[in-house]
């Protein structure tokens, strides 16, 4: 008879590889295996800008971006040679919606700046296009990954630790659970059997195991797109975020090229990377966007990343416990945040986990009354 491991977790990104590093420290002496239908961290995760500014637009978000910031702190002294580091962030938005923006900034030293400062920018930054009625948000430090390489990294330090397994290559295709256990069928016909289970297979949600939980809630793909800008960023560039039109700019030292981010529309696309191009409808909306805020880098577009991920509709990321099914927790539709949201999610996730398996209050009190 194989082992039964005391967790399971489906799914190597940024969540599920969190969760298990997470879980590792947690739990020493746990036997926990992480499975991925591809290798660790090739999935959403490798496409991933991997910015984390430090905004939420709803309290949940706040909560996750503020948590997540410690988690990463945390992994950076643990993991010795993760590729993060700070960067300046500018904001840019409309003067009407300046103070409800700042309200979301979870850095307690952005502000709006003094009109002299907004001067110096454009003055700084000439081929930078600050639209009429603009408000200048300064003084915002948030991080970037230099290399798309985080989660790759955080699952390969759990697999270094004693009791971890990884299975790569190794596709769930169907869970039984029992109370007691689930059995997860896998692509090679073998069965993993575990105690708790933790699903976070990004945008392959709405295909996956539970399918059906992910359609009541409305939970979608929807398609990312960033380009590449063939332009030398100087050391000390900072990141340009426009929040009328959820778009930022963002300097590559590593590649020698900017990043364009922008909203791209594209909903209940296939998370195949065979399936998924940079099309003119992109490259359009891109240009719209981009003329309103540095006209001169159009003809500096060089290609760009294109993958997807889960969006629930009010933007917040989904951690839940199935219905009906103990010790079994999806989290995920990061909702395009997933980079910077990802450790704290997966530490929610597995405080569910331990949630469940506490007697209930209900059940506490009964049992005093029997004594
Ligand atoms: C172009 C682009 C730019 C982005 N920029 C940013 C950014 O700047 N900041 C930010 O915070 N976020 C950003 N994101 C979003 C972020 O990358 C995602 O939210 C995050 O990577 C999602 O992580 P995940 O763990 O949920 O999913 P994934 O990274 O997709 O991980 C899920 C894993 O599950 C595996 N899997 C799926 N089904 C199964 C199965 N049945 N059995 C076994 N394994 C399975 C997959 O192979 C995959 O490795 C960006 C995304 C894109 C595409």
Redesign the pocket.
């Known amino acids: 008879m194989p082992r039964e491991y005391d967790l399971a977790i489906?799914?190597?990104?940024?969540?599920?590889?969190?969760a298990a590093w997470l879980a590792r420290k947690a739990q020493p002496d746990w036997h926990i295996v992480l499975?991925?239908?591809?290798?660790?961290?090739?999935?959403?995760?490798?496409?991933?800008?991997?910015?984390?500014?430090p905004y939420g637009h709803t309290p949940l978000r706040r909560a996750l971006s503020t948590r997540s910031q410690s988690l990463f702190k945390e992994l950076s002294s643990a993991i010795s040679d993760l590729p993060i580091g700070p960067l300046k962030i500018y904001g840019l938005s409309d003067k009407s919606q300046a103070a409800d923006v700042l309200s979301n900034f979870i850095d307690e030293n952005t502000r709006i700046a003094a009109d002299e400062e907004l001067q110096t920018l454009k003055a700084t930054w000439p081929g930078l296009h600050v639209p009429e009625n603009s408000a200048l948000l300064t003084d915002t430090i948030g991080s970037?990954a230099l290399k798309n390489q985080v989660?790759i990294q955080i699952a390969q330090a759990f697999t270094k630790t004693p009791n971890s397994t990884l299975f790569e290559g190794?596709?769930?295709?169907e869970i039984e659970s029992t109370p007691n256990q689930h059995s997860l069928k896998?692509?090679q016909q073998t069965t993993i059997r575990a105690k708790r289970l933790i699903q976070?297979?990004?945008?392959?949600?709405v295909s996956?195991?539970e399918v059906d939980h992910m359609k009541e809630r409305g939970i979608r793909v929807k398609?990312?797109?960033?380009l590449h800008i063939n332009q030398q960023p100087r050391p000390d560039d900072p990141v340009f975020h426009f929040f009328d039109d959820d778009a930022?700019l963002?300097p590559q030292h590593n590649l020698g090229q900017w990043l364009f981010?922008f909203r791209c529309e594209q909903w209940d696309v296939i998370?195949e990377i065979s399936q998924l191009t940079i099309d003119k409808t992109d490259l359009d909306l891109a240009k719209t966007v981009l003329s309103k805020y540095y006209p001169e880098w159009l003809h500096s577009i060089s290609g760009?990343?294109?993958?997807?991920?889960?969006y629930a509709p009010s933007g917040e990321p989904l951690i839940m416990n199935v219905p009906g099914k103990s010790n079994y927790v999806i989290?995920?539709?990061?909702?395009?945040?997933?980079?910077?949201?990802?450790p704290a999610?997966a530490e929610r996730a597995l405080s569910l986990l331990e949630a469940t398996n506490k007697p209930k209050q209900k059940d506490l009190e009964k049992q005093e009354m029997v004594e």
Do not use: Q
Request: net charge positive; charged share 10%.
């Open positions: 489906i799914g190597a990104g940024m969540v599920g590889a969190s499975i991925d239908r591809a290798l660790a961290g090739h999935g959403t995760s490798l496409y991933s800008a991997s910015l984390d500014i970037r989660a190794t596709e769930v295709c896998t692509s976070a297979i990004g945008p392959w949600v996956g195991p398609k990312i797109v960033a930022f963002m981010s998370p760009g990343r294109v993958f997807c991920d889960a989290a995920g539709a990061c909702s395009g945040s997933g980079y910077r949201l990802g999610i």
